[in-house]
């Protein structure tokens, strides 16, 4: 039985922001005791999340980061500093607290949601870890495609009902970040594909390999590539060749978060590859969208570039895990604050010369 | 009475930040599960603040943003947007904490500090503003210096002795913001001589004027610094000549708070001028200053050059009050918190890879 008919029932369920709701809020920013439009980027973001939930008091009052993990057939061909078994190591610090994004997220008053959508090594049954696994991580994709059509649909669905739980529990921001050993492989084949770029212009050092690795790892990928033949017009036939069971259930967060008027924080270049997915697939849901930071990596800013969002951040991060998402969440949370805690000039009694 | 001796021994009581502290702390982070240097500048705050406070755990237990307010003899020019009125008007703004500092501030878990350090018109004594009124603004400075030597060093030291009482009552993160109609005009000139540019490549559009009243300004620029000829060798020379009051108090802050080895997050153009005058007067004071954002003025790029610190955010502001440096106040918690609260690989059992 295909799970394709209902993700095409979640694309066709989700409707574009609202700008009216923005242009209200820009008003009412305008009678802040401060220049017009004087708070720049802060002012853009209370605009963009009064469009996307509707309301000209937006609030960011439950903050959640979905952190997805998942192993990659093709860590086999060395295209990683790390070994494949850190990605389960990984997902159990993320449980116990330990981690840069549960550090981070804490900071933000953001939730860390961790799901295991595909570790290749079997984890502990935790509360902490929410279990979804569609499969023990991705086919070497040098060999033929990542996984089936099928297991990146289930992949993608999985993490849209996600959002939608969160949603209906009251989140209503939500930041979006993996940990896979060899994801930014997947990520720049990708991206390759979908941006038709040079495959060397969007591959990047990952964790820090060095030169003679990342030489391999620009060879993994034009063979992928010429492997599998994806579609770059059809975006669910590149994320099941070349993708990976994070990215397919991120771009699944994406879609989720959007069909339920929710915002969404990109993380760094592997996030913003699944959120690419999700607009290829509807192209309206660019407007849920907010990119928290530019990262290191140098196929990022081609996929910033397509995404057409500009990021808030650039701190030269390359860790992942949604880190620059939560770091970004304080942002939100000061342009939503701007917005409902600021004096008018009437309430104020200050001469207001602005035009 | 000349205060110059009292401000000549604060100099001299300024000592350099020590890097040892920053080593040590980057191989603390060095241990954290995440690749070396993954969290880019995050990682460059902690080790800051380390060889700033001299130990491997910093702490940002207690912040706060200085605000110091004054009036500029130059507005009389027509050089700003708004009347001269609205200086003292923004000042009870911030006493009863409706204005973009205080919301920005109380999100960054900071307490502001607003000083009257020489506004025009008489304000009510309340304790929430603290007055220190050197005089009642400054003097028009195309006719003639904007105060006296003596009246730009008693105001540097009013902000000195601000930083120390701040020092002594906890505070280990000092922001600096202002407010003064016209003092990017004082602001511009400043810099122009300082950084031997050109008028108009420092000169923009402040809190919103027109292009007409830009080349107005560009013209008042330029005649006082004919009229003064401030000696650019000389940096209070520069301060009385063309400065502000509150400018002087800001350089004063920085100065106070690195002879009390705290460091200072410096917010737009015209407290990053502050922070210069600083750094001209003492050069070892760059190491305790953290640049918040790049501003939308144009001759904050130059400053931040001339400073030789790269800003943390990027965001279009161009607000002043201290708003960037509150921002900015997020990102080092969170440095502070990376550094403290993140797992090491060998607590967690993750397998080290890395150098």
Redesign the interface.
Known sequence: MSNAPILAALCASIEPVEKRFSDLTQKRLDA???????????EDLACQLASVQRTATPSVSSKAVVVMGADHGVAEEGVS???Q??TA??L??FA?G???I???A??SGARVVVVDIGVAHPLPAMPEIFSQRVRAGTANFTKGPAMSLDEATRAVLVGASLASQLADSGVNLIGIGEMGIANTTASSAMTAVLTRTAVEEVTGLG??IDSATRTRKIDVIRRAIQVNRPDAKNPMDVLHKLGGLEIAGLAGVVLGAAARQTAVVIDGFIASVAALIATRMVPAVAGYLIASHRS?EIGHRVVLVELGRMP????????GEG?GAA?AM??I??AV??LS???TFE?????D???
């Open positions: 802040k005791t401060k220049p017009r439009g004087s708070l720049g980027r802060l500093a790390y070994p078994e850190v190591q990984m159990l610090n116990r330990g981690a840069g549960n550090v981070l804490r900071h964790t820090g290191v808030l951040l650039d701190l030269g991060l390359r860790l880190t770091l304080n942002l949370d000061a604050a701007v805690e600021m004096a309430s104020a009694g200050v001469t010369a602005g035009r």
